[in-house]
């Protein structure tokens, strides 16, 4: 069954992405749970797929409410070509068609995250919405695509930072606009290299401070940057059925302003930068 989305008044793609009529025969929803857990943990959300609710670790509604209120700053999206860089499970791809997105591709090369995507909108035709099992590299083939990229939570744990800033500002559209966000640091233009991992989290190759990251823009040739906001995002993070994994701030030192590893703690800061 193939529910087209514009037409099949159960779809919604509010703070929770809701996508299919609501179930009611308890055989079919415990199928529905069991598939959603075999495919998690879920790491972003929420979202309710025929009626079952599936809450990631995160509320991303917070983040995105964030994420838009920035680009509102600078034009906004209604129309725009979208592309969200490490979309994850796509769940900003559906808030950026509810905002007025033209269409909207996400990539992310991460084969788990591609199977929840595949999962959320296998009853759904949605041609507005893409994804791709790639990295930012791929960017190389949509040179000046986009008016605006999402680019939320990646730059960290990449060990090239500078070739992902390359490769956005590249694939965007002359005026275009990248919303960059990232986890930080109280630290103004330096830099932690964590020795192992920080705040109890692996693949964390640098934890930047705001002045870091507007010199790293700046020097990647974007023609106007700005931080938009900052933010502690502890609260964010919550253990649910569908992701039962412990949040950041479990890796807090008890007087909560160092990690456990010893670092300044975590904070969340968003930069929008223009070609
Ligand atoms: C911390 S999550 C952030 C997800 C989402 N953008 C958000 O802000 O909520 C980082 C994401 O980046 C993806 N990622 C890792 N390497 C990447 C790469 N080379 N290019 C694009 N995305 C990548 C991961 O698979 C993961 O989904």
């Known amino acids: 069954m193939v529910l087209d989305s514009r037409a099949n008044k159960s779809n919604s793609y509010g703070d929770c992405v809701r996508i299919g009529e609501p179930i009611s025969d308890a055989q079919q929803v415990s199928r529905i749970k069991e598939e959603a857990m075999a495919l ?7 979202f309710e797929i025929h009626g079952v609710r599936i809450d990631g670790q995160w509320d991303s509604s917070l983040k995105w409410k964030r994420a838009l209120a920035a680009a509102d700053l600078f034009g ?13 499970n796509g769940y900003y791809l559906f808030r950026a068609l509810e905002a007025g997105a033209s269409f909207a591709l996400g990539l992310d090369p991460a084969a788990a995250f591609e199977q929840q995507f595949r999962f959320i909108t296998r009853d759904l035709d949605e041609a507005r919405i893409q994804f791709r099992k790639v990295g930012y590299q791929s960017l190389l083939e949509h040179k000046e695509a986009f008016d605006v990229i999402f680019c939320m939570g990646v730059i960290y744990h990449q060990r090239n930072p ?8 590249d694939s965007l559209a002359p005026g275009g606009i990248v ?3 990232t986890l930080g640091a109280n630290l103004d233009d330096r830099v932690i290299v964590p020795a192992g991992k920080y705040a109890g989290q692996g693949g964390i190759w640098m934890v930047p401070g705001p002045t870091a990251v ?12 700005r931080t938009v906001d900052e933010w502690d995002a502890r609260d964010e993070q919550q253990r649910t059925a569908f992701a039962d994994l412990p949040p950041m701030r479990e890796f807090y030192h008890e007087s909560g302003s160092r990690t456990v590893e010893g ?3 975590p904070l969340r800061y968003l930069f929008v930068a223009k070609r």
């Open 162 to 169: 500078y070739e992902l800033l390359d490769a956005l500002r």
């Open 40 to 46: 998690g943990p879920w790491r972003k959300g929420p």
């Open 76 to 88: 906004g999206i209604q129309g725009k070509r979208v592309c969200d860089v490490g979309c994850n």
């Open 214 to 225: 507007l010199n790293m823009l700046k020097r990647s040739g974007f023609g106007m940057n």
């Open 263 to 265: 670092y300044e703690v």
């Open 179 to 181: 919303v960059l966000e």
